[in-house]
C-alpha cells in the first residue's frame, strides 16, 4: 500500500513539473540562456555529458534539425569552406578575394575582362614577398608570370606589339 502511494505520488509530481514546465516555458527559457551565458563551460560540459548517455536521441536530433534547416547546414558549410581555404590565396579567404573583386568593379585589374578564364578568379602576389596585389583573370595571372613580374619585359612586349601592329596597318 505505501509503495503504491509512492508511485502513485512520484506520477503526480511529474505531472505537475511537466504541467508546470509548459505553462512558464518562456519564462524557464529565459533563465536556462541567462545560465548558459554565465556558465558556458558548465553549459557545453552538461551538453556533452548527455549526448553521452543519449546518442540515439542526440543522433536523432540532429537528423531532424538537418532535415528541417538545408539552407541554414548549406550557408554555414559555404561560409565555413571559404573561411577555412586560404592556401592558394595568399593568405587571403575566398571571401576576401572575392570583397577585392567587388571593390575593384568585378573585373581583372588589368585588362577588365568580366570572366576568369579558368577554374575561378586568381590572386596575383608578389613571388619576392607573397604579398596579394589585386584579383586578375587567368589569362592575364599566367600572362605576367611567364614575364616573370618583370615590368621591363612587359613594356617590352607592349612596344613589340605597337611596332607589330604599326607595320600590319601599313600593308
Not at 137 to 142: A, E, I, K, Q, V
Amino acid at each position: 500500500m505505501r509503495y503504491t502511494r509512492r508511485v502513485e505520488s512520484k506520477q503526480n509530481k511529474r505531472a505537475r513539473d511537466k504541467a508546470y514546465r509548459v505553462a512558464n516555458k518562456a519564462r524557464l527559457s529565459v533563465g536556462a540562456k541567462a545560465y548558459r551565458e554565465a556558465n558556458p563551460e558548465k553549459a557545453r560540459a552538461g551538453v556533452r555529458a548527455w549526448r553521452k548517455a543519449n546518442p540515439e536521441k542526440a543522433r536523432a536530433g540532429e537528423k531532424a534539425y538537418r532535415k528541417a534547416n538545408p539552407e541554414k547546414l548549406r550557408a554555414r558549410a559555404k561560409v565555413y569552406r571559404a573561411c577555412k581555404a586560404k592556401s592558394s590565396y595568399h593568405g587571403l579567404t575566398r571571401v576576401e578575394v572575392l570583397a577585392r573583386l567587388v571593390a575593384q568593379g568585378g573585373v581583372c585589374s588589368i585588362c577588365k575582362a568580366t570572366e576568369p578564364g579558368g577554374k575561378g578568379w586568381p590572386g596575383d602576389h608578389n613571388h619576392d614577398t607573397g604579398r596579394f596585389r589585386a584579383v586578375l583573370c587567368s589569362n592575364c595571372n599566367l600572362a605576367i608570370g611567364l614575364f616573370k613580374d618583370s615590368p621591363e619585359r612587359c613594356r617590352a612586349a607592349a612596344a613589340y606589339l605597337d611596332r607589330h601592329n604599326a607595320l600590319d596597318a601599313l600593308i
